[in-house]
């Protein structure tokens, strides 16, 4: 009798902790306590995101004016392979994206290391270096601007005033140098954000490796190059991705600092699909559909490629 009386208490706390671990397991919740989390998200999703992606592919088969349709079939995109300001802008925007990424991550790597080797006024100079993240593209596009101004910008100035005078040039202006120049503005902008994750990387690794590096005389070049960098290279990759997709679909900076201009030289398939479709007066959202739709899978195709190039097949362990 006392045993039974024993285990009924026992029997009550198995059957509460069965239920809560029920109600904690996300796996186990019945249908519409999931509708009711999920439901606002996958709504909000559906309707700013899936479909207006699913309307630009299906737009794409259309010449539309107005609220009138004309189904076209695949003209659109025949018409896309003959056109040189598409090509232009494919150009300059898949340079921005492999080559600008380097100078971003290496940028925020050098700067990581220099406040994880101590410079001196690290304190001051991590928030001064991460300040620019914070900025809008429209502050950082006038701020650059009024830089690069030929006649009185910061930049001639300086060079004028240490004797380079020859080197002042219109920044902007000249189609040779515009598209670098927006590739530095970008890479300035972004620098304190990499800045920060390879700074937590290089803290997050094990101070044995360093420590036995260290013992073995491994001076800093030798360090970076075999301990730090390849234990590095997954935040790398990944930083290289993100900017990646971040420059295939930049559109904010070119648009306010050159609108894509001069002579098509900082076009990009963004702004061109802007200009095409609410610029130009064309009164055709098919063809500019057409752009997108294509564009959307080169990038899916190349950030796939990408992963599959650089990712690394052994797993570092340590």
Not at 1 to 22: F, I, Q, V, Y
Not at 166 to 181: I, V
Not at 241 to 255: E, H, P, R, S, Y
Request: hydrophobic residues 55%; glycine residues 6%.
């Amino acid at each position: 009798m006392t045993d039974a009386l024993a285990l009924k208490p026992a029997s009550r706390n198995e059957g509460a902790k069965a239920s809560s671990s029920t109600l904690a397991d996300p796996r186990r919740a019945s249908r519409l306590v999931l509708a009711v989390f999920l439901g606002p998200g996958l709504l909000i999703y559906g309707g700013l995101t899936a479909y207006p992606a699913v309307r630009t592919i299906y737009d794409s088969f259309f010449h539309i004016e107005g609220m009138e349709a004309t189904f076209v079939g695949l003209a659109n995109y025949a018409e896309l392979m003959g056109d040189e300001t598409f090509w232009v802008a494919v150009r300059n925007t898949f340079i921005w994206s492999f080559v600008a990424p380097f100078l971003d991550v290496a940028t925020g790597l050098l700067l990581a290391l220099a406040l994880y080797a101590g410079v001196p006024f690290a304190r001051f100079l991590r928030v001064a270096w991460f300040t620019p993240v914070l900025l809008s593209y429209v502050v950082v596009a006038i701020l650059w601007m009024w830089i690069y101004n030929y006649d009185w910008g910061v930049l001639n100035a300086l060079l004028r005033a240490v004797g380079l005078e020859s080197l002042a040039s219109s920044w902007l202006g000249d189609p040779k140098l515009a598209l670098a120049s927006l590739i530095v503005t970008h890479a300035w902008k972004w620098a304190g954000f990499n800045m920060v994750v390879c700074l937590a990387a290089i803290h997050s690794l094990p101070r044995e490796v360093l420590e036995a590096s260290e013992l073995d005389n491994c001076g800093w070049g030798a360090k970076l190059r075999y301990v730090i960098i390849p234990m590095l290279r997954p935040t790398l990759l990944s930083l290289y991705i993100l900017a990646f997709i971040g420059k295939m679909k930049i559109f904010d900076l070119v648009w306010i600092m050159t609108q894509g201009g001069p002579l098509w030289a900082t076009e990009t398939v963004s702004t061109y699909v802007y200009k095409r479709a609410f610029n130009w007066n064309t009164f055709d959202l098919g063809y500019p559909s057409a752009i997108a739709t294509v564009w959307f899978l080169v990038v899916c195709a190349s950030v796939l490629i990408l992963n599959r190039v650089l990712g690394s097949k052994e797993r570092l362990e340590y």
